[in-house]
């Protein structure tokens, strides 16, 4: 019954997604099946840190906020998301949910869950808003100054932007978390986990992004992009570096992994 509910609930976000124009038609379908998996089965906890990371960072990529149009193209994909980016930023939260359910008495499950929300939150809002640095986005891996919306690079912005994304997720999972044993330096510690997971998750993000992930070359443009085999002007992108069979969804499903198990591995650590 409340798997019924949840399944429902996703379905009616997807569709005012999909009809908004935040989500493909194929993005729509992942949400729900992902969306509703959480809700029905997560329960109220569960749903709220989703909802906070979709809200959040589909109101973020759809701000009018000057000089972001002319980096947009950049990236592999549009602000409307498809399946491949749903399932990079929810398919975790889906099989963790599962598990969960499974064996309920395996808390740090839930903690896992926030760290892969507040890392893929974190990499998101980190993307958003890191455009808008008035200095020039560093290299992770050389420190090397590189044109803005560069796969990899890093910025003082963009990097508060991540801490903020990844904070207010921890926040909400401290708050929402259910257990009794949670005291004051209980609720802090279990802020500060899962807000260094979510960073954690952004930085391996950007760090993938630097060295494996796959990454063309548009001729006609002269600029470096995601796209690929054609580029938003239509020309055919050439390969330049990176693995061919990295795109950025699968970099992405690395970043909620990698917050996941650092939020999950410090709890099982200190408790
Ligand atoms: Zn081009």
Redesign the pocket.
Known sequence: MQLAIGLSLGLLISVLAWRTGTLSQSGAIAATLSGGLVFGLGGFAWAVLLLVFFISSSLLSRLPLSGKRSVGEKYAKGSQRDWGQVLANGGLGALLVITFTLSPEKTWLWIAYAGAMAAVNADTWSTELGILSPALPRLITSGKTVEPGTSGAVSALGSLAALGGSGLIALCAALLTTWGSLDQTGFFLLIAIVTIGGLSGAFFDSFLGATVQAIYY?P??R?ETERHPI???G?ETNHMHGWRWINNDMVNFACSIAGASVAAGLFLILN
């Open positions: 548009c006609s443009c600029k580029h938003i002007c020309t």
